[in-house]
């Protein structure tokens, strides 16, 4: 594989001091609350036209992550609707911002839901998106209706994005951890993603503190949980992409995190 990039998600207040504490060229931020509506809330000091000159200077890319509430794909309207806002806002200030791109959840049906529908309401998410940014749509860890938990659904949902306006600013993320709690083996999961989606832009490397299949989502240190450690190497080997630690803990974790990453990359495969 080339060079390994790799970051963190940091607090967007302190993000390029968090980045260079942790020796790294990419970040994750979050533009707002993770949990709410009510759209991007800059921390940092002079704003998103400072953050974006200090990463600049710094030599820092950034990713954005939409907020967690964000469900473009639900047929629930009370939902659907101020998601997509939500989300045109975050891509929005993303491109003010100079991101490398914004990453959103796959979203619910729910137990009843229609994914059929769930699908074709990606398509018009997308259609109707104004990206200046890839917008990066990641895997999910739980939930029986999730347009992009299983293979098959991923399947479907690349389909359903592919035939929008937009589709050419739709790209993937794949999280290790929601892969796990979804079920898959992660040594081999980024050709098997592959070969429905055609790409995978970023990795989101977590270990898991629950079992294989389990559709929990909590996140832990790497080699700390119950993913195969050899499968995490495998997918940072195979997809060639950006990685960002979600994982607990501040800059000396992270930091054992990819010492502990890249000592198991420079070893040859068994
Ligand atoms: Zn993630």
């Not at 079920?183 to 098997?192: H, I, K, Y």
Request: hydrophobic content about 40%; proline content about 4%; glycine content about 12%.
């Amino acid at each position: 594989m080339n060079d390994l990039i790799i970051g963190a998600h940091v607090e967007q207040s302190d993000a390029i001091t968090e980045a260079t504490d942790r020796g790294t060229t990419i970040a994750q931020i979050f533009l707002g609350n993770p949990q709410s509506y009510k759209g991007p809330a800059l921390t940092y000091e002079g704003g998103i036209a400072a953050l974006r000159e200090d990463a600049r200077a710094a030599g820092i890319g950034l990713y954005v992550h939409a907020p967690y509430v964000i469900n473009v794909a639900t047929g629930n309207n009370r939902v659907r609707i101020p998601s997509r806002k939500l989300l045109q806002q975050h891509v929005t200030a993303a491109a003010e911002l100079g991101a490398l791109g914004v990453i959103v959840h796959g979203g619910q049906m729910g137990k009843d839901g229609d994914l059929d529908a769930g699908f074709d309401n990606w398509r018009k998410a997308i259609d109707g998106l104004k990206a200046e940014v890839p917008v990066l749509i990641e895997n999910t860890a739980g939930g029986d209706n999730a347009p992009a938990r299983q293979l098959e659904n991923i399947d479907r949902l690349w389909a359903a994005v592919q035939a929008a306006k937009g589709a050419d600013m739709v790209g993937f993320c794949l999280d290790t951890c929601h892969a796990h709690a979804a079920g898959a083996d992660l040594t081999g999961v980024v050709e098997r993603v592959r070969a429905v989606t055609g790409r995978i832009d970023l990795i989101h490397l977590n270990d898991s503190r629950d079992a294989n299949g389990s559709g929990a989502d909590r996140h832990t240190s790497l080699g700390q949980g119950q993913c195969d450690p050899d499968g995490l190497v495998d997918v940072v080997r195979s997809a060639g992409a950006p990685v960002i630690l979600e994982t607990p803990g501040d800059a000396a974790q992270h930091r054992a995190d990819i010492d502990w990453l890249r000592q198991r990359l420079a070893a040859p495969i068994a």
